[in-house]
């Protein structure tokens, strides 16, 4: 039976895409209806596109699988941004208040829309968090109707290069695959796997990806830096194939042997591990090599943590994703970091209900496209498929306008009335510049009317305090006095 009401989300991660469809019930829980996986090394590199028609191609494929599945159409998908250049950086907005001048709404906003206007080379602005507000020397998250003579907003301005953001939007429009909305795939999954009182009291999420990993960090509910480092667990499985062997033998053994510590003294020096029937690895030495790359990558994830927020992670470090699933990996960061609080997120906060394996397994590999399907709050079932039929009705049917009508095209939205963790698309962004432009060329406009109103108005009081115009007022009243003397 067709369903009539899911949601559509669609992941590219760092080495692969994943599309999943959802229905939200009323108490809750997630019901998980249909879910594909696509390889993407040959279009996606470190989780951004490289290869525009070949991406296209493969979230045309991810969406025609589903709804084979679904037996109906999908008008629209979400989808999570994420992958290699993303990156955080602080800005701080000033403003000078005349006197004790009480902080307004529109103060902030104005402090918001700078912010979003500033300009980095190269770079686009996915999405900006507020940090805290400095109104006078105190800090406030909400300023508003408080009295001072200046205020500073602090900002954490997150990044993307503009090729690969604008690459992602190019794949969708060439797909001719409709938005309905994109969010940051890392402040998605922090949604569905952090609990508040570990964003509260400081945290750090690592998502143990295959070609990345991405570390978010949290203090008092608040992000406070975001960073996706190029190295992942595909990296160990390189150094292993170094050993003379395919990387798909790697990998197989990186998933049998592979341990992310061992207690020297629990070493075999004479036992070996088998690559295959004829060739063997030194136990130690396939060790050495995979907590050598392992420890790299805890050291530069280490390294993105912000130095005062080092001695305030009281909620510890999260981990996720697939690399989370390595044997003594919490002891690893334990031995590097000395966090002794260190949690492995095996799943979703959420109530996630399916018959498919892949959607209610326990390995962290699906908690972000469950993140991303838990935001999505648009219904993306279009009309039902028939599969019953030959394929010329069916191509028939596409073209006979029995489609579903179009999605009715969103409000451009300014910076300001955009949510946290959503991404605008280029065409949101390019009709909200637009009408930013109209916004301020009707302001210019008021402007030089005003002007051109004040300077007539000089003009005619000049004219009126000129000297000829006083010695003309004074003939007149001589004359005037005259004449009533006559009388």
Not at 144 to 168: A, H, M, P, W
Not at 202 to 213: E, F, P, Q
Not at 264 to 291: L, P
């Amino acid at each position: 039976m067709a369903a009539k009401e899911f949601i559509v989300a669609i992941e590219l991660g760092s080495s692969k895409m994943t599309g999943i469809a959802g229905r939200k019930n009323l108490d809750g829980s997630i019901q998980v209806l249909a879910y594909v996986k696509e390889d993407a090394t040959a279009c996606i590199r470190k989780g951004y596109v490289y290869n525009i028609d070949k991406t296209a191609q493969s979230i045309t494929n991810i969406v025609s699988k589903l709804e084979s599945q679904l037996k109906t159409a999908i008008t629209q998908v979400y989808v999570g941004v994420g992958g290699q250049s993303i990156r955080s950086i602080r800005n701080v907005i000033a403003k000078d208040l005349p006197g004790e001048t009480q902080v307004t709404q529109e103060m902030v906003i104005e402090l918001m829309d700078a912010n979003r206007n500033m300009k980095y080379p190269d770079q686009e602005i996915l999405d900006a968090a507020v940090q805290e507000y400095r109104v006078d020397s105190q800090l406030q998250i909400d300023p508003v109707g408080v009295q001072c003579s200046r205020i500073e907003g602090n900002f954490l301005n997150i990044l993307q290069r503009k090729t690969f953001y604008k690459n992602l939007n190019k794949c969708f429009e060439t797909a001719g695959i409709q938005v309905a909305e994109m969010y940051l795939a890392p402040l998605a999954l922090a949604d569905s796997v952090l609990t508040e009182t570990e964003r509260r009291s400081g945290c750090v999420l690592v998502d143990l990806g295959a070609d990345t990993t991405t570390v978010n960090v949290y203090s008092k509910n608040i992000l406070r830096h975001l960073a996706v480092i190029p190295l992942g667990f595909n990296n160990i499985t390189k150094d292993i194939a170094s050993l003379q062997m395919e990387e798909s033998d790697a990998e197989k053994m990186m998933i049998k042997y592979a341990t992310a510590y061992t207690e020297n003294n629990d070493i075999d020096n004479n036992m070996k591990y088998s690559i295959d029937q004829d060739r063997q690895v030194e136990v130690r030495k396939f060790i050495e090599i995979v907590e050598g790359r392992l420890e790299e990558i805890i050291a530069n994830v280490w390294c993105q943590v912000p130095e005062e927020y080092i001695d305030k992670l009281l909620g510890g470090i999260i981990l996720t994703g697939g690399g989370s699933n390595m044997k003594n990996i919490e002891r690893a960061f334990q031995n590097y970091t000395h966090i002794d609080k260190i949690r492995v997120a095996k799943f979703v906060t959420q109530s996630i209900t399916s018959s498919i394996n892949a959607a209610t397994a326990h390995n962290g590999m699906m908690n972000t496209v469950l993140g991303l399907l838990a935001k999505g709050d648009i219904n993306c079932a279009g009309r039902e498929l028939n599969y019953t039929g030959d394929l010329f009705e069916q191509q028939q049917n596409q073209t006979s306008g029995t489609a579903p009508a179009a999605t009715p095209e969103r409000r451009a939205r300014q910076a300001t009335e955009t949510p946290a963790g959503v991404v605008r698309t280029t065409e949101e962004i390019r009709r909200a510049e637009e009408e930013a432009q109209r916004k301020k060329e009707a302001e210019e406009r008021e402007a030089r009317e005003r002007e051109e109103a004040e300077a007539r108005e000089k003009e005619r009081q000049r004219k009126e305090n000129s000297r000829w115009h006083k010695l003309g007022q004074g003939v007149k009243n001589f004359f005037t006095r005259l004449a009533d003397d006559e009388e």
